[in-house]
């Protein structure tokens, strides 16, 4: 009880000095409080700025991918991908483009989604595709069905069931090889966008009358 009596005594006596201190502590918890958060907002605002631009680079490939399927005549064009000041890796499958970089600071991987609104006719090369290009594609056709099923060497109509089934049939292999690996794009090298037509030929009242269906085919330079 003499000790604590002491103490009071001390407090009172001492009490300006007391108050002083207290204040002092005060203010150096709160400064080292604002400090941390001054940390704390740049290092998820350095995150997050990241992450959009991760976000930026997935959705400008899929939408060259995507303009591709607006187009009426067959058209191939050469695609770069974006050259940034910061390293990221690009993968693409029937579904999605993910835009992957290491370099985050609160979660070192930063990935970005951007989903396709289309399916693309992606080639690998690991799959043995019976064509790559649209050219080859018509030459394959030409193979299959005596037509190459371009405007001037149209299918007969009644192929085009068989065509779109065979099509489609292809287009799901390579959907579930990608969905579990999708193609590694290589940013170096160009990307290929190719829109092009299957052309089949009317019969009867409407013989010389055309009727197509477009794909969009994408793949990987080796230029």
């Not at 940390?39 to 997050?48: G, H, Q």
């Not at 939408?63 to 910061?86: G, R, V, Y």
């Not at 018509?138 to 099923?149: I, N, R």
Request: proline residues 3%; glycine residues 4%.
């Amino acid at each position: 009880m003499e000790v604590v009596r002491n103490m009071l005594k001390f407090i009172h006596l001492n009490k300006e000095g007391v108050v002083s201190w207290l204040l002092s502590q005060i203010a150096l918890l709160l400064a080292t409080a604002v400090l941390l958060m001054s940390i704390a907002s740049l290092t998820f605002y350095s995150d997050w700025q990241k992450e959009a631009e991760a976000k930026a680079v997935a959705s400008e490939i899929a939408t060259m991918i995507e303009i591709a399927d607006l187009k009426t005549a067959p058209n191939s064009a050469l695609f770069m991908l974006p050259q940034k000041n910061f390293s990221y890796d690009a993968y693409l499958s029937t579904d999605y483009v993910i835009v992957i970089r290491t370099d985050g600071r609160i979660k070192k991987e930063i990935k970005e989604v951007e989903a396709l609104i289309i399916k693309p006719h992606i080639r690998i090369d690991y799959l043995k595709h019976e064509w790559c290009t649209g050219e080859e594609l018509h030459q394959w056709l030409k193979e299959l069905y005596g037509y190459s099923g371009d405007s001037i060497d149209p299918l007969p109509y009644q192929k085009k069931t068989d065509v779109e089934s065979l099509l489609e049939s292809e287009l799901e292999e390579t959907a579930k090889n990608l969905a579990l690996n999708p193609l590694h794009l290589d940013i170096k090298k160009p990307l290929v966008i190719e829109k092009t037509f299957i052309y089949f030929e009317k019969e009867g009242k409407e013989k010389g009358n055309l009727e197509s269906i477009g794909l969009v085919v994408v793949y990987q330079s080796e230029e």
